[in-house]
C-alpha cells in the first residue's frame, strides 16, 4: 500500500510547490516519486535554473554521492573510514534527535542493515539514503519517523533495496536477532540482553493490536503486560537459565501475536499439539503449574 501523504510531501519538498500539484503529478505518475518529479521539472524546464533540477534530484550543486559522503564522514570510526562506530552513531543518533533507547534507533539500525550494535556501514548508508533521496541530516529524521509508523503498522510502502521485498516489522523483529550477536558464528543471545530488547519490542507489537481493535479495555492490556511479565520470569527463575536462540526468538513473535495478545486471560488459542518452540510449552506449563492460568 503506497502511502500517499509522505510521498506529497516528499514532493513539495523537493519541487517547492503546492500539495495539490504534488496530487497531480504523482497520480500521473501512479505515485513513482522519481517519475513524477522529473516530469514537473521536464515540464517547467523553461523556468527552471540549473538549482533548481539539482533540487528535483536531491543535489545542491554537487553530487548526490558527495553529499552522502560528506554526512558520513562527520561520523566515521577515525581509524576505519568505511565504518560509522559505536561514538559516531551516538552523535548521528543525537544530531537526529534520537534517543539511543528510543525504537526508532533500532529502525534506523534496520533500514541500514546496521551488523552489529553501534555500527553502520558506508556502503549500506549511502546506497539506502541514495535510493530513498534524501541528502541531510534533518531529511533523514523526518523519513525516519514515517518509515518507523509504517513499518510497525506493516503497512507495505517500502521495499529492500537489495531483495525487492515488500519489508513488514516481522522483518525488523527477526533482524534484531543477528543485530545484537557479537559474532557471526553466535548462534544464541544472553537471557538478559533478549529480555532488554523484548522489552523495547512487545510494547509497540502490543500498541498496534490494540489500535486495530474496535474496543479497548484496559484491563486488557494490564494482562498482555502482566503475561510478558510472567515470560520474563519464567525465563529469568529457570534453572540452569536459557539462552535464546533464534527458533525461540523468531517463534514468540508469532506466540504473541496469536496466543497472549487475542486471550492474555486464559490463552485459549493455545495448543499443546501446534509445533512451537519448547520454551513455548514450557511457559505455559509454568503458568498452570504457579496457578497463573
Not at 534506523?108 to 549511502?126: N, Q, R, T, Y
Not at 550477536?181 to 537471557?191: A, P, R, Y
Not at 523484548?198 to 481493535?213: A, D, G, N, S
Not at 527463575?237 to 495478545?261: A, C, G, K, Q
Request: charged share 30%; hydrophobic share 35%.
Amino acid at each position: 500500500m503506497v502511502n500517499k501523504s509522505a510521498l506529497k510531501s516528499q514532493f513539495c519538498e523537493l519541487t517547492n510547490t503546492s500539495t495539490t500539484t504534488a496530487g497531480r503529478y504523482l497520480d500521473a505518475s501512479k505515485y513513482n516519486l522519481e517519475q513524477a518529479v522529473d516530469a514537473y521539472y521536464n515540464k517547467h524546464a523553461t523556468k527552471s535554473s540549473s538549482k533548481s533540477n539539482s533540487k528535483a534530484n536531491g543535489k545542491s550543486g554537487s553530487s548526490d554521492k558527495s553529499q552522502l559522503n560528506t554526512i558520513f564522514d562527520q561520523y566515521k570510526d577515525p581509524n576505519n573510514s568505511e565504518v560509522i562506530d559505536i561514538d559516531g552513531t551516538l552523535k548521528y543518533l543525537e544530531d537526529l534527535n534520537m534517543d539511543p533507547d528510543d525504537p526508532k534507533s533500532l529502525t534506523l539500525a534496520f533500514l541500514l542493515k546496521s551488523p552489529s550494535v553501534g555500527v553502520f556501514e558506508k556502503d549500506k548508508f549511502i546506497s539506502t539514503w541514495k535510493h530513498y533521496k534524501i541528502y541531510d541530516v534533518k531529511a533523514i529524521a523526518k523519513f525516519l519517523d514515517t518509515f518507523h509508523e509504517d513499518v510497525l503498522y506493516d503497512k507495505g510502502t517500502y521495499s529492500d533495496i537489495d531483495t525487492d521485498e515488500v519489508i513488514d516489522f516481522k522483518q525488523l523483529y527477526d533482524f534484531t536477532f543477528g543485530f545484537l550477536k557479537e559474532s557471526e558464528n553466535q548462534k544464541v543471545l544472553d537471557i538478559d540482553l533478549t529480555i532488554s530488547y523484548w522489552r523495547l519490542l512487545l510494547p509497540l507489537i502490543t500498541t498496534v493490536y490494540f489500535t486495530k481493535q474496535e474496543s479497548t479495555k484496559d484491563e486488557d492490556k494490564a494482562k498482555v503486560e502482566e503475561r510478558v511479565q510472567n515470560w520474563f520470569d519464567f525465563l529469568s527463575n529457570s534453572n540452569p537459565r536459557p539462552v535464546i536462540t533464534f527458533d525461540t526468538w523468531s517463534m514468540f513473535y508469532l506466540f504473541f501475536l496469536e496466543v497472549i495478545l487475542p486471550d492474555p486471560y486464559k490463552l485459549s488459542n493455545y495448543d499443546e499439539m501446534a509445533a512451537w518452540p519448547s520454551k513455548m510449552d514450557e511457559y505455559v506449563e509454568y503458568l498452570s503449574d504457579n496457578g497463573l492460568l
